[in-house]
């Protein structure tokens, strides 16, 4: 399998940043406009979250974008619609990330290959578990090349990274805790430190890109010395509050890297 997500990490294995913001937030067509900016400011890939009404992992930064965006009219089939021209504006990788619910809802078949067909490279599904996704799913993926994305936290055990490591393809999202999105990077804590090494120590053959609680260059520095690189999200979405504004994204991506 190959897209442009794998071929970016066989190029790029460091320092790398991604970012996420809602489809639909601020405004219902800010998405692709959204998308070009943060490729023109450096980064490196985009996720790009489809709303659900009951974002369980999410902090309130992220729930209230997903609660404006489905106010906006955002749905999956909106969303593939705004994305028809992504390849005739964006090169960098695209992931899509939201919950299982409006993805079996849609049909899992036709969400991978309406993906596929706009060009997207990936796709994380935080509650999808892993074992669906191994019997029923992973061929459709597959088949779409389309790379799925698992996420780990520190309460995973060796043996679950093992098995997420050997089905996964792209890169594993470690989690910085076990809490919601938005909450900060505990830079200097020993907990985390002992964390960090342990994925190391794992030996993993996927790359690691360290998420929650990036916010700002300390933070992004800090993932960047255990992982390949790091996600933000929260503090991204939060200076979409005020509506686009072309900018302050080029600001915010240049200050994180």
Known sequence: MNNRLIELFKHKNKDLLSVYFTAGYPQLNDTLTI???????????????????????????IQNSSQKALENGMTLKVLFQQLENLRKEISIPIILMGYVNPVI?????RFCEDAAKVGV?????????MYEYEELYRN??????LSNIFLITPQSSDERIRKIDELSTGFIYALSSSSTTGNK??????????????LKGLQLKNPLMIGFGINDR?????????????????????????????????DFVKAIK
């Open 35 to 61: 998308a070009k900016a943060l490729e023109k400011a450096g980064a490196d890939f985009l996720e790009i979250g489809f709303p659900y009404s009951d974002p369980v992992a999410d902090g309130p930064t």
């Open 185 to 198: 990077l505990q830079v200097d804590g020993s907990q985390i430190d002992a964390y960090f090494d342990r």
């Open 105 to 109: 809802q849609y049909g899992v078949g």
């Open 121 to 129: 490279d990936g796709v994380i599904v935080p509650d999808l578990p």
């Open 140 to 145: 459709t993926f597959e088949q779409n090349n």
């Open 218 to 250: 300390k933070s992004f520095e800090k993932a960047c010395t255990s992982a390949n690189g790091a996600i933000i999200g929260s503090a991204f979405v939060k200076i979409l509050d005020n509506g686009f504004n072309e900018q302050q994204i080029s």
